[in-house]
């Protein structure tokens, strides 16, 4: 709904021909909102308006002074102001509810044996807050009643991470290993026999919020520059986007499951040294292969 009185703003600043979001990549950011209570509060000098921006902007100032030369009508001016008011009102229930969700998740019970310092993240990507993020260090929260950092596992956001804390909860000992685990979020096929005859071997149909959201975070993972982007993309050049989004989603829930069953961080080390191996039995069956044709194998110098 304040997206909807975003859009409004938008129509009406367009309707007064006040190109503002030319210059300006949001105009619910903290210079957008400046420019437009100045412009409500009966501002006309662009010049002065255009100096309203925060020094982040890297818009020249000359370019927004341009960018807000319009026809400041009284209909549009009115029904900008009614707009911005319904924005800001959406947004302090939102507050409202970041500040309840806060006190709710302080209710529920720590893992054991964990340290109140949340350890540092070792993604490659900066973590940037987001839009729809809430306002409080969620993270942190997450992080003391998991025992362990979820985010850190690429594809899973801290929103992500609170979908599945708040679907299957921090104690996944209730399956009785990542397959059942799989099984239950619909990510594996289930092969349907009849008479010795495979009739299909596709995914069940759930509803599980929680496969949604591994989904989601898989399909996120198309260009990443790791272990799991590596993987999407080598899935999908062999299965298609779907069948690749299943399976990324798959490994993901199988390292979930892992990580919140034995409460040890996330680390690609097993990855790299499963990739050492198969490059060794590779390179085994090149040389057997070889001796068998009376061949010898002799490795480039690098």
Aim: one cysteine or more; aromatic letters at 6%; hydrophobic letters at 40%.
């Amino acid at each position: 709904m304040a997206a909807e009185h975003i859009l409004h703003m938008q129509k009406s600043l367009s309707q007064m021909n006040v190109q503002i979001h030319h210059v300006l990549s949001d105009i619910t950011g903290l210079s957008g909102l400046a420019i437009l209570d100045a412009i409500l509060a009966g501002e006309r000098d662009c010049v002065k308006l255009a100096q309203l921006c925060h020094p982040s902007v890297k818009s020249a100032r000359e370019k927004i002074a341009q960018a807000l030369e319009g026809d400041y009508r009284p209909e549009h001016l009115f029904v900008l102001q009614q707009s911005l008011a319904g924005y800001r009102y959406y947004q302090g229930r939102i507050a409202e509810l970041d500040r309840e969700i806060q006190q709710l998740m302080k209710t529920v019970d720590s893992s054991k044996d964990i340290q109140e310092q949340v350890p540092e993240r070792t993604k490659r990507t900066k973590y940037q807050r987001q839009v729809n993020d809430p306002a409080f260090d969620l993270r942190r929260e997450l992080y003391r009643i998991a025992g362990v950092d979820l985010t850190d596992i690429p594809g899973v956001s801290t929103l992500t991470a609170q979908v599945l804390l708040t679907e299957i909860g921090p104690d996944v000992s209730r399956f009785r290993n990542a397959s059942a685990f799989a099984s239950w979020l619909g990510l594996c096929p289930e092969k349907r026999v009849s008479g010795g005859k495979l009739l299909s071997c596709k995914t069940r149909k759930v509803k599980s919020r929680a496969a949604i959201a591994l989904r989601l975070g898989a399909h996120a993972l198309c260009r990443a520059k790791d272990y799991f982007g590596e993987f999407f993309r080598r899935m999908r050049a062999k299965l298609g986007a779907a069948q690749a989004t299943t399976a990324t989603a798959h490994k993901m829930a199988r390292i979930i499951y892992h990580v919140l069953r034995t409460k040890t961080p996330y680390t690609e080390t097993i990855f790299h040294a499963c990739d050492e191996q198969a490059r060794q039995r590779a390179e085994n069956r090149l040389r057997k292969k070889a001796a068998e044709l009376g061949f010898q194998l002799i490795p480039q110098a690098s």
